[in-house]
Every structure is written in structure tokens, then in C-alpha cells.
């Protein structure tokens, strides 16, 4: 179903003074496209209604150009929610329109509830009918719409959580790998402004939010007592037996990230395999970028406000991953390896940054597809309302 009516979006291309339209007839310039939603995602003047960018017009007079709109660029256009570069996640669709004079492309973005939305670490805002990139005032006064309507858990503030409770050289170096450096060089606000801007403080309070206490705090258990990460390895198949290691792993969300690529490596056991009549090779029992994305999805999805660890069992002939909390938002059983609603989309986004997730949404696909090409059984999940249950399966002999 298109999103607007023909007569509709002949309006809006006939609007040229409007600041919730921007009109192009290049169909190749990603940055452009990238800048202008995260733009409309920002909403600075508050219209709280969806901004559109339209390819296939002329800025000057909205006439339709004429371009052909390709299946390849309707595609580039929706990868632009994905890719990690818009942080955090947009909310926007896409729809190709048959016009008098031609084809256009229509990108329609819908306002963010945790603004300030930045694009490569540069908040991209509409002033007037054009683009521009915000100034401190610019960004506090989003961070303050943010607080007025954040609904996520991560992006709310915890309370007695100050910033005495942060580390603050934890936030220095992240903030140095995921803010643009000219952005960082002509900064002059406090630390607490700071991390405000990222969604890590609520300034009004003076409290950190639960994605800051996740990632900077100095003891997060204390405030989100199920923030950990319990880990068995056990030599037989069931729970009776007596584990060979076991570990609550905790902690600030780098180290954490740091332990769980230590246990997978250290877990790792290899085996000779025979691939063809005259070659064998050493495969491993597991892929490790199997157990990997389905650890990492569950450190982003898990329910925070649940005491309930994630639960990291390695038994002699599979792997058990339970994340507290059930699926969330669109994800259904039947689509959980094709769509990406996040419940923690702050903690989302700080993972893109420290390089623990390379593109949003493909986690699973990925798992699936290691699994399969190192011959391991499918994927297995069970899924009940409190919680998801992940099972790898050790390759067979």
C-alpha cells in the first residue's frame, strides 16, 4: 500500500518552502539521501508528521524529471535503516510512484522518539526548506524533546544513577570512536551535556539512563541487578553434571563483550573432516560467528528491567543461549530472522559503535547461514513470553 495518495504527494511536490520535503533527481548520492533522513528523523521544528524525500524531482519547480527508479535503488534507499550509519535506527518505508511525467522514489521518515539522530556522528537538521547540521542549542533542544516522549527502557533514567556512578574515561574513548572528530574538537559542553546528547544521561534529573549505567557504570549490577551473564560448561548433555567452569560475567558492556569473545574462543574445539575422496580439513565443532551473533542478539534484545541473567550454558553436544524477555515489537516466530524491532535501540546503536554489530537486522541470517556451511544442524529456538531460548547444535563426527 502506498504511503501517500497520487494527489497527495503532487502536493507536496508542488510545495516548495516546505521543510518536510527535499526533492532530487541524483540517484546515487548516499550521503545526500542519508543526511536528509536523519534530518526529517530529528524534526526540529516539531512538526510530529513524517518528512519525505523524493528522487526522481526537480528542487527548483517539483517538476518529475523523468529518471528511471530501479529495483537496485528502491533497495539502496530502505538499506539505509539498516546499515548502521543513521543512529539510531530511523523509522521510514519506501514506495515507488508512476506519475504523469515519470517515476519518482519516496522515502518517508517518520519523527524519532530518541532524538538527536545523527548520520556518520553529525546531527543533520531541516532549517527552513533546507539542510544543516545542528549546533549545541540545536542539539539540546532535541535532547530535551527526547525526554519529554523516550519509551524505551535503555533511553530512560535510573534513578540515584549520577555521574559519579560513570566512568567518564569509559565515555571519553567511546565517545572518541563513534562522534565525529571535528564535531568532538569544537565541543564545549559539560560531560553531563554530553552524554546527554547520546542518550546515556537525562540531564534534568541529573541520573544516568539505563543504557548509560550499561555501558559506563562503574558497578551496573547494583542498579539492573539481571545485567550479567551467567556461564557454565558442562563435560555431559544435561545439568546434573558437575561444571568444568563457571563464571557471572559482568561488568561495564565493552568488557563484557571482551569476556564473551574470550569464553567462545577458549570453547573453540576442532575436528578432521573429510570433504572430498582425496581432502580433509579441520572444521570446527561450532562456527564462532554463529555462537557469536546469537550471544550479541541476546546482550541487545534482552528485557533490562527482568533480574534474570542471560543464560550461556555449553554442554558436550550443544550450546544454550536464554535471553529474559520475549520477542518484541513486529518480531514473530515466523519472521525472526528477517525483521529487527529493537527494544534497546540506545544499546543497539552503542554496539554498531564499538564494532560488535556490523549491520542491523541480519544477525540470525548470518548464524544460519555459518551453521549450515560448517555443517551443523539448523538453528533451533524456543520462544515463550518471558523468554527466548537459542540452541547450537555441535557439528556431527
Known amino acids: 500500500m502506498a504511503m501517500l495518495s497520487t494527489e497527495q504527494l503532487s502536493a507536496l511536490l508542488g510545495d516548495l518552502e516546505s521543510d518536510r520535503v527535499e526533492r532530487t533527481v541524483s540517484t546515487n548520492k548516499t550521503d545526500k539521501f542519508a543526511e536528509a533522513v536523519c534530518s526529517f528523523a530529528n524534526d526540529l521544528a516539531d512538526h510530529r508528521a513524517p518528512g519525505y524525500l523524493i528522487i526522481g524531482a526537480n528542487d527548483k519547480d517539483g517538476s518529475v524529471a523523468g529518471i528511471e527508479i530501479t529495483d537496485q535503488l528502491l533497495q539502496n534507499l530502505a538499506a539505509l535503516r539498516s546499515d548502521g550509519n ?7 518505508t519506501v514506495h515507488k510512484y508512476s506519475l504523469a511525467g515519470g517515476d519518482v522514489a519516496v522515502v518517508e521518515v517518520q519523527p524519532s522518539n530518541l532524538p538527536p539522530v545523527r548520520y556518520r556522528g553529525q546531527v543533520c537538521i531541516r532549517v527552513g526548506p533546507r539542510r544543516g547540521f545542528a549546533n549545541e542549542q540545536d542539539e539540546r533542544k532535541l535532547t530535551e524533546k527526547r525526554i519529554a516522549v523516550a519509551r524505551t527502557f535503555d533511553a530512560q533514567p535510573v534513578a540515584d544513577a549520577t555521574i559519579d556512578e560513570l566512568s567518564l574515561t569509559l565515555f571519553a574513548s567511546y565517545r572518541a570512536g563513534a562522534i565525529a572528530a571535528d564535531v568532538i574538537e569544537a565541543n564545549h559542553r559539560t560531560p553531563q551535556q554530553q552524554l546527554a546528547s547520546l542518550r546515556f544521561f537525562d540531564d534534568h534529573r541529573g541520573w544516568a539512563t539505563a543504557a548509560g549505567v550499561l555501558l559506563f557504570g562503574k558497578n551496573p549490577r547494583y542498579f539492573l ?68 551473533e546469537v550471544l550479541m542478539n541476546a546482550v541487545m534484545h534482552r528485557d533490562y528491567q527482568s533480574n534474570t541473567p542471560i543464560r550461556f550454558y555449553w554442554f558436550d553436544d550443544r550450546i544454550e543461549i536464554q535471553s529474559p524477555g520475549g520477542l518484541f515489537g513486529e518480531v514473530t516466530r515466523e519472521t525472526l530472522d528477517r525483521r529487527n524491532s529493537y527494544r534497546n535501540p540506545v544499546l543497539a546503536e552503542a554496539m554498531k559503535a564499538l564494532g560488535y554489530v556490523n549491520r542491523f537486522g541480519y544477525g540470525i541470517l548470518r548464524a544460519e547461514d555459518a551453521m549450515k556451511r560448517n555443517g551443523n544442524p539448523p538453528l533451533e529456538f524456543q520462544i515463550e513470553d518471558n523468554i527466548v531460548l537459542a540452541v547450537i547444535r555441535r557439528r556431527p563426527a
Open 86 to 92: 543513521i543512529q539510531p535506527l530511523p523509522s521510514l
Open 225 to 292: 541487578p539481571g545485567a550479567y551473564i551467567q556461564f557454565l560448561q558442562l563435560p555431559g548433555t544435561g545439568l546434573t553434571d558437575a561444571p568444568v567452569n563457571q563464571q557471572e560475567i559482568s561488568g561495564d558492556l565493552l568488557s563484557v563483550l571482551r569476556e564473551l569473545d574470550s569464553r567462545v574462543k577458549a570453547g573453540m574445539i576442532t575436528t578432521l573432516a573429510k570433504v572430498s575422496t582425496l581432502r580433509e580439513e579441520v572444521v570446527p565443532n561450532y562456527p564462532e560467528v554463529a555462537i557469536r
